[in-house]
Nanobody, 124 residues
């Protein structure tokens, strides 16, 4: 059974930085897609960054390009999201997810495993 556990969320001032972690346990194939989603109050969950398990290609949604970096430590089975130059619009619950097919779909419905989420609040 795959389990994903996020950590690192906090309240920060605009312009600040945070690093989120997603610790994975259980078997996740190297072809799987690991992703970070976020959900703001009253909005749909949106994909913001993906990486192929094992350190493959990455993808970022336009609103975070140049500010966020997704990476992975294979030895620790952990995926990270480094977030710099945070803005008020980045506020939301951040979720780690895994998609077995490796297609890195933009839709949250395609993902097979989810963490419980970690809250990020950015004040301006």
């Amino acid at each position: 059974q795959v389990q994903l556990v996020e950590s690192g969320g906090d309240s920060v001032q605009a312009g600040g930085s945070l690093r989120l972690s997603c610790a994975a346990s259980g078997y996740i194939a190297n072809s799987a897609c690991m992703a970070w989603f976020r959900q703001a109050p009253g909005k749909e969950r949106e994909g913001i960054a993906t990486i192929i398990n094992g350190g493959g290609r990455t993808y970022y949604t336009d609103s975070v390009k140049g500010r966020f970096t997704i990476s992975q430590d294979n030895a620790k089975n952990t995926v990270y999201l480094q977030m710099n130059s945070l803005q008020a619009d980045d506020t939301g619950m951040y979720y780690c997810a895994a998609e077995k097919t490796g297609l890195c779909s933009g839709s949250w419905r395609a993902y097979d495993y989810w963490g419980q989420g970690t809250q990020v609040t950015v004040s301006s």
